[in-house]
């Protein structure tokens, strides 16, 4: 069956250091999403994604972090220059025709800021 | 504002009993979508079962079948005949019919005992 796949599995940085999360979603889906999870707290929704535009975003999506479909089949989050507070476990998701499908879920990267 | 609670951090149950998963939602709309997810360790988010809260009939899929009770906001999950693969964190969720934007439940982690 096929899966949303995310690199790295884990990333550790340096504060201040920009980051790029890649997600490959499912090859026939159209929407994609970036969630993520700060250990202990609730997955957020940060971000989704359609016909190359952001169709949606959180307040937590601010000015450091952009999104990116460079190639047809891979989806990036870019932290620009990350924080302390960045870290947390970063969600990829696809859904195939319209916002309302279900979302499929990545395995998630988890991102240390030192 | 739209929230979702998890009011059970943690539930137990005894291999092949029934154990139920409680989920209260806040919300104004009328058209929404209503998800449960699971978790097991190190790995994916995948789809447990979902609801139209136009549909007044339960969704059912296999051993999972929710309580959806749209007057009082609840939402629950029952796992009938729990098997130890069973055994994850489960996550509520809630999504309108307009955006993108889903919520989630802070999750129960649920052990199931041989």
């Known amino acids: 069956e096929p899966e949303v796949t995310q690199t790295p599995s884990h990333q550790v940085t340096q504060m201040g250091q920009e980051v790029i999360l890649r997600c490959v979603p499912i090859s026939n889906h159209l929407y994609f999403y970036w969630y993520r999870q700060i250990l202990g707290q609730k997955v957020e929704f940060l971000v989704s994604?359609?016909?190359?535009?952001?169709?949606?975003k959180s307040e937590i999506f601010d000015d450091q972090f952009s999104v990116e479909r460079p190639d047809g089949s891979n989806f990036t989050l870019k932290i620009r220059s990350t924080k302390l507070e960045d870290s947390a476990m970063y969600f990829c998701?696809?859904?195939?025709?319209?916002?309302?499908?279900?979302?499929?879920f990545g395995p998630g990267t988890r991102l240390l800021v030192l | 504002a739209q929230t979702v609670t998890q009011s059970q951090p943690e539930m137990s149950v005894q291999e092949a009993e029934t154990v139920t998963l409680s989920c209260t939602y806040d919300?104004?709309?009328?058209?929404?979508?209503l998800f449960w997810y699971k978790q097991p360790p190190s790995r994916q988010m995948i789809l447990v079962i979902r609801q139209e809260a136009y549909k007044q009939q339960n969704a059912t899929e296999n051993r999972f079948s929710v309580n959806f009770q749209k007057a009082a906001k609840s939402f629950s999950l029952k796992i009938s005949d729990s098997q130890l693969g069973d055994a994850a964190m489960y996550f509520c969720?809630?999504?309108?019919?307009?955006?993108?934007?889903?919520?989630f439940g802070a999750g129960t982690r649920l052990t199931v005992k041989p």
């Open positions: 919300t104004s709309e009328s058209d929404y979508y």
């Open positions: 969720a809630y999504r309108t019919g307009n955006n993108n934007d889903m919520r």
């Open positions: 998701a696809s859904s195939e025709l319209s916002s309302w499908e279900t979302q499929y």
């Open positions: 994604f359609y016909n190359n535009e952001i169709s949606e």
